[in-house]
């Protein structure tokens, strides 16, 4: 019984420790998104939308 508590909760660690790193991947990926598409509106609109100094 004990052995059986303690995999599952080794597993819903594993499976925590995935979400968390698919979390993190998905992040990053819409960050990238967003700068990309924060620069193509800055060059399109002609502004420093981000107040970084800088078009694009």
Sequence with gaps: ?????????????????????QLENDLGATRKLLRK??????????QDIDGDGKMG
């Design 1 to 21: 019984m004990q052995q059986d508590e303690l995999e599952k909760q080794k597993d819903k660690a594993n499976s925590l420790e995935d979400r968390i790193e």
């Design 37 to 46: 598409t924060l620069a193509a509106l800055e060059t399109h609109l002609t």
